[in-house]
């Protein structure tokens, strides 16, 4: 079984801005090294809530 990758807040929020501008889903959760499903995950999560 795989282990689950945690992104440090400092990635979230590069995830977060990189998609805001446009970035492909695809290459930003290659590139973050998470399944799309966890990229998707990350976004779907409100930052704000700790």
Do not use: C, H, W
């Not at 590069?14 to 499903?37: Q, W």
């Amino acid at each position: 079984m795989r282990q689950k990758i945690v992104l440090p807040p400092e990635q979230v929020v590069e995830l977060r801005k990189r998609v805001n501008e446009g970035g492909p889903k695809a290459k930003l959760a290659r590139e973050f090294r998470v399944s799309r499903e966890t990229y998707y995950q990350y976004l779907r999560v409100d930052p704000t809530q700790p």
